[in-house]
């Protein structure tokens, strides 16, 4: 799912210019849930990484909210750039809500690696200053097995 998550940042990213990389530290305090490792600042101190001994993924990125935009707009950008550009089927959608009450989008997609199917929820929050992108991915079977951590990990994720 490593290829996948760059991928879709790459797709984000190439929205003329926009959705730039901090690179300043993360605005966001990361909550990494039971049965996950923390794989530290491998990926850069802007960007939060752990997986489980299985494989599955799990990350969190955040962009400057520029051109600025809301929760609307940006969930609407990371469906199409993945539905258009990345080959990724929409399986549904759910509202979220951080651990400050920042509202959230949930989108759900579907896409086959080879032949296995893989699972990968794109969880989209907005603020004045920041677009945050929290991710997880992997084997259908994985994602399915830990969604309830992965779903502790979206409900306990804080925005600074």
Known sequence: MIHSLRHVLV????????????G???????????GFVDLGDRYGDDEY????????????????????GD??????VVE???REGGGYALLG???????S???????????DEGKEAHLYYLTVFVDDDHVFLHEAGG????????????????RNFLPD
């Open 139 to 154: 084997k259908k079977e994985l994602v399915e097995r830990h969604q309830q951590q992965i779903d502790w990990s979206i």
């Open 49 to 68: 990484r752990a997986t489980t001994a299985e494989g599955l993924v799990l990350g969190v990125r955040a962009f400057e909210n520029d051109p600025e």
């Open 24 to 34: 300043c530290g993360r605005p966001f305090v990361p909550a990494t849930p039971p």
């Open 11 to 22: 797709l984000i990213a190439s929205l003329a210019g926009a959705a730039a990389p901090l």
């Open 71 to 76: 929760l609307a707009f940006w969930s609407r």
């Open 101 to 111: 009450g920042l509202p959230g989008v949930q989108l759900r997609f579907g896409h």
């Open 93 to 99: 959608k759910a509202d979220v809500k951080s651990r």
């Open 80 to 82: 199409k750039r993945l």
